[in-house]
């Protein structure tokens, strides 16, 4: 559960009984009543203003010793001046000052000198107020300004006089420790109060008190007050700003009741846009996020108090002042003053004086970007104001406002188009919204923003019912199935599919609803649901009838073959091809680019491994028609298809990268998600487990947020394929359970989660006979159900055939056909070429053999594991028929297996050297824990467990009972040692050397001491 709200930032959570602020600073009611004379509350931590406070505690302290002062504070509301107060009133009651407080108001009939009476008789209510007779002569002025003081008739008392008095006051109040006089809305306060302050301040320097006076900024008499005392010394202001993104973050951690950690930075950007940094509006943002919705209802759009302060604020500008605001409100939370004047037919002075007083109340600003543009401040006041529009009203300004915008701007360029169309929706015309919310949409596609294309169309889908033209419904249904396609929208789906089926026959030609069946086929099948895909295909295929027209098959030919590549089948690739062969035709006809480069993609996915020259042509080619008919979707899908082409044939990923990057920052997020997928494979293979791994677990996050179930399967292949390509047969195990809910989510992960992950993790474990059944199974299910690409059968193919060959299973008719279907790819080239020299090493070929094994290593170059496999793999067959340098291949796999923590390889490969008569280099257990300045010496781990024994000065006879050695065999180490390091003598070895083992070596002390204990009760027992 969230904790209970503790911090209350601008507003204090322990006032005195008084309602309200109107200004927004103290919109929360009190908890309990506070004497005016201090008081800890319970408030939170104090978040921005600490130099502010620094300030005002100087003043205090200043007053303390006998030197009076006054501070203004100012600022916008709901910024935290009533919160600045309450500290100050809490640090001077700790510090024994007298504390008083008064606030101007404006409800009722104007009372003369109301803040200064209420700080009056909160110091009596305390009990501290100065009796009359100790104020002199001005004793009797105190009495006539407080209640029942005054006798009817009476003759009026001059501000001199009051002024006066309130000195004395103040000057009685503080003799012992000091005075703080508070005074807040002083903004709303009486000429008579403000007069009296004039001179309170002219003469407050020799007083032991400090007048701490809080007034918004708007221009008025208290700010003139301000400036002047300003001018003359006889004050500071203190003005308090926005709190930066820092301070809302504080401010979020402590209202949300929760660590720092736990508050998101979506959740921070979130409320400090929506708060502008207004200390009030956070805390009124968090309180309603953090508020229970029952019964279904809706949290209210803006928080009540926020609504509560722009209401009041608006008030003040009277009722014309606010109808144009209310106009502006309708034009967006940034309005342009040519159109606002226009539709308001006010004049310059008329709308310099509500723009002056609008930003005068905080709730305008200039917008810095454009000269004639201003902005609503806080962004919520443009909600608020809307809202107060009645129905009639808010017709009527919104259709005004609209047709001054067509009046100005002919064709709606730009963003005049999305304006146009909400003014259209705010005066609940929808027959004219509806169609330029499509028109905005169609442009933000053409520009690559899909994600505003989707926010668009979804408006413009939430504006339709039953009374609008179903061509019009149609349209919207067909632009918003293609956006939400692009942008994984997947969970419209459901609403889209009822809203489809709602369309009857009346309403819409059953060939046009044929195309939205097979556009709805499109967006399942990538969903990663067949089975529905499928079944809306039927529908499209019902209602084309007998003799469709090319414009109405090319469409569902299209679905048709995106639904065959994604669902399950042995033929899938013939069938698809068909469908887009057939879709390509009917949309050339017709003139579709759109159907056309989609169908070329295609076709260049499900060509033949052996003809990349037509695959990378059906991809160049979409991209040509996707510029020339400015379609930046199927643009960046081209680049993504041929940046894959180009990294498999040379293994470099930076272009397919790049092509990602833009596919997700124009929004085509499957295809971005998908391409992850392809680069976290190839960062396996380059042996970069860590980067992969990072990759893999933020595409699932992604992924599996976006509903994303092909793409899901597929990381989670890729996360099983890491831990094979490791030796980590325990983790792929576990990776592959993981895997099963989805294995057949995506075509080709079953088939590859033999090939690329159980058969290469067996091949690391030397279990050479399980690899080749785990091949074997994996082309059982290829021919099942084919992949294509990098999931394919065909990235298999080249360390089949190498194993074949080996085996002596296969021979150059097997290498030429796996040359053909696919053998080119930089990854198989390694497989495929090592395969080709051990050939022309058995037809006593050697130098050849030496030359295709040279070039076949330079392509295994960028995959270290693959490569080292190879080399283990070929060394046998090297070695028998005298081709390459099989010792040096073999040492450089042990090596590295050994590095890489794969001890089985490591192993065979030292076997293979022994068989070959050549030296084993000693592996014993534990050379990695030898220093490195030591192994630079040659240090053995055996010398190396003597030297941590030396290092705590123990002597030969105990170091070899420690090591179960003869003390011979440690003079042999010993001497070694000295002779390696070049030390003179034992001593100077353990003095040197202590340092460099004593990190290794400490937890050796408790094991000596042990051993010492057991060898020392050993002898007792003699």
């Not at 919160?83 to 104007?110: H, N």
């Amino acid at each position: 559960m969230r904790k209970p709200y503790a911090h209350h930032f601008a507003s204090p959570d322990v006032l005195d009984s008084r309602p309200p602020s109107s200004d927004g600073d103290s919109a929360r009611a009190p908890r309990r009543f506070r004497p005016a004379g201090g008081g800890d509350g319970s408030r939170g931590e104090f978040v921005g203003r600490r130099t502010e406070l620094r300030q005002v505690l100087a003043a205090l302290a200043a007053a303390r010793s006998g030197r009076g002062g006054a501070v203004f504070v100012t600022g916008e509301p709901g910024i935290g001046k009533t919160r600045l107060a309450v500290e100050a009133l809490d640090a001077a009651a700790e510090a024994g000052m007298t504390t008083a407080r008064g606030r101007a108001g404006t409800v009722g009939s104007v009372v003369p000198y109301r803040p200064l009476v209420e700080a009056l008789l909160s110091l009596s209510r305390a009990g501290l107020l100065p009796e009359p007779d100790e104020l002199g002569p001005y004793g009797p002025v105190l009495a006539l300004l407080l209640p029942g003081g005054r006798a009817p008739g009476a003759a009026t008392v001059s501000h001199l006089m009051v002024a006066e008095a309130v000195l004395r006051v103040l000057s009685v109040a503080g003799r012992r420790h000091g005075c703080l006089l508070v005074l807040d809305d002083l903004h709303d306060a009486d000429t008579d109060t403000l007069a009296v302050l004039e001179y309170v301040l002219d003469n407050l320097a020799e007083q032991p008190a400090v007048l701490l006076l809080i007034a918004g900024r708007e221009p008025c008499v208290a700010t003139e007050l301000a400036a002047r005392a300003r001018q003359r010394g006889a004050a500071t202001t203190l003005e308090l700003r926005p709190l930066d993104r820092p301070d809302v973050h504080a401010l979020v951690v402590a209202e949300w009741g929760s660590g720092p950690g736990e508050v998101t930075a979506e959740l921070v950007d979130r409320v400090v846009a929506d708060s502008a940094g207004v200390p009030l509006v956070v805390e009124e943002l968090i309180r309603d996020l953090a508020r229970p919705v029952h019964d279904g209802s809706r949290r209210p759009s803006v928080p009540a108090a926020v609504a509560r302060s722009v209401r009041h604020r608006t008030e003040r500008l009277g009722p014309r002042g606010r109808g144009i605001l209310g106009v502006a409100a309708l034009l967006g939370r940034r309005f342009p003053l040519p159109v606002l004047q226009h539709a308001t037919g006010c004049d310059d002075r008329e709308l310099l004086r509500v723009l002056h007083a609008g930003v005068a109340s905080y709730l305008l600003q200039p917008d810095e970007s454009s000269p004639e543009w201003y902005e609503f401040r806080p962004r919520f006041a443009a909600q608020v104001l809307r809202q107060d529009l009645g129905p009639t009203e808010r017709t009527a300004y919104a259709r005004q406002a609209a047709s001054t915008l067509i009046g100005l701007h002919p064709g709606l360029p730009g963003e005049w188009c999305v304006r146009a169309a909400e003014l259209f929706g705010h005066a609940g015309d929808v027959r004219e919204a509806v169609p330029l919310y499509c028109e905005a949409a169609q442009r933000a596609m053409a520009e690559g923003a899909v994600e505003r294309a989707v926010a668009l169309l979804t408006r413009a889908h939430r504006a339709t019912d039953a009374g609008l033209a179903p061509d019009l419904r149609a349209t919207v249904l067909e632009l918003l199935l293609h956006s939400v396609s692009c942008a994984a929208r997947f969970d419209a789906v459901p609403g889209l599919t009822t809203d489809l089926e709602a369309l009857g026959d009346d309403d819409v030609p059953a060939a046009r609803r044929a195309g939205l069946y097979a556009q709805l086929a499109d967006v399942t099948a990538s969903a990663g649901r067949p089975a529905d895909a499928l079944r809306h295909l039927d529908v499209a295929r019902r209602l084309l009838g007998a003799s469709p027209t090319a414009a109405h098959t090319a469409p569902v030919d299209l679905a048709a073959a995106r639904v065959e590549l994604s669902r399950p089948a042995p033929d899938r690739l013939r069938t698809a091809a068909e469908h887009a062969r057939r879709a390509a035709d009917a949309a050339q006809q017709a003139a579709l680019p759109g159907v056309l480069g989609r169908a070329l993609l295609l076709l260049g996915q499900v060509a033949p491994e052996q003809d990349p020259e037509a695959t990378a042509a059906h991809f160049a080619r979409a991209g040509a028609i996707a510029d020339r008919n400015q379609l930046p979707d199927l643009r960046v899908s081209a680049e993504v298809h041929l940046a894959r082409t180009v990294m498999r044939r040379d293994g470099r990923p930076a272009r397919l990268e790049e092509a990602r990057q833009q596919a997700l920052r124009i929004g085509v997020l499957p295809l971005a998600y998908e391409t992850g997928c392809v680069l976290a494979l190839d960062q396996v293979r380059r042996g970069e487990f860590e980067a992969a791994g990072h990759r893999i677990h933020e595409g699932l996050a992604d992924a599996t947020r976006l509903r994303l179930r092909p793409v899901v399967s597929l990381l989670r292949l890729t996360e099983a394929v890491r831990y094979a390509h490791q030796g980590q047969r325990a983790e792929m195990r576990e990776a592959l359970d993981r895997l099963a809910p989805c294995v057949d989510d995506a075509p080709g992960v079953r088939p590859m989660s033999y090939g690329l992950a159980r058969a290469f993790c067996s091949l690391l474990e030397e279990n050479h006979d399980a690899a080749e059944q785990e091949f074997a199974q994996a082309l059982v299910y290829d021919r099942e159900n084919p992949g294509v690409g990098e999931f394919g059968v065909s990235g298999m193919h080249g360390v089949m055939l190498l194993r074949g060959v080996l085996a002596g299973r296969v021979g150059r008719r097997h290498h030429a056909d796996v040359t053909r279907a696919g053998g080119d790819t930089r990854w198989n080239r390694q497989f495929v070429g090592m395969a080709h020299a051990v050939l022309l090493g058995r037809e006593g070929r050697p130098a050849e053999a030496t030359v295709a094994a040279t070039a076949a290593l330079d392509a295994a170059a960028l995959y270290p594991v693959a490569r080292n496999l190879c080399l283990r793999l070929v060394a046998g067959a090297a070695y028998e028929d005298g081709w390459g340098e099989p010792v040096a291949w073999v040492r450089a796999a042990e090596e590295y297996f050994h590095t890489a923590g794969i001890p089985v390889v490591a192993g065979a490969c030292r076997s293979l050297l022994r068989g070959m008569g050549a030296s084993v280099r000693q592996r014993r257990t534990g050379s990695e824990n030898v220093p490195p300045d030591l192994r630079r010496y040659g240090v053995t781990v055996r010398e190396f467990e003597v030297a941590r024994l030396l290092a705590e000065r123990i002597g030969n006879k105990d170091i070899a009972g420690w090591l179960h050695i003869s003390p011979r065999t440690v003079e042999k180490h010993v001497a070694s040692l000295l002779r390696k390091t070049g030390h003179p003598d034992r001593v100077a070895f353990a003095a040197a050397a202590r340092g460099l083992v004593a990190e290794r070596a400490h937890h050796l002390r408790s094991e000596v001491a042990v051993k010492a204990r057991e060898q020392y009760t050993w002898s007792l027992s003699q």
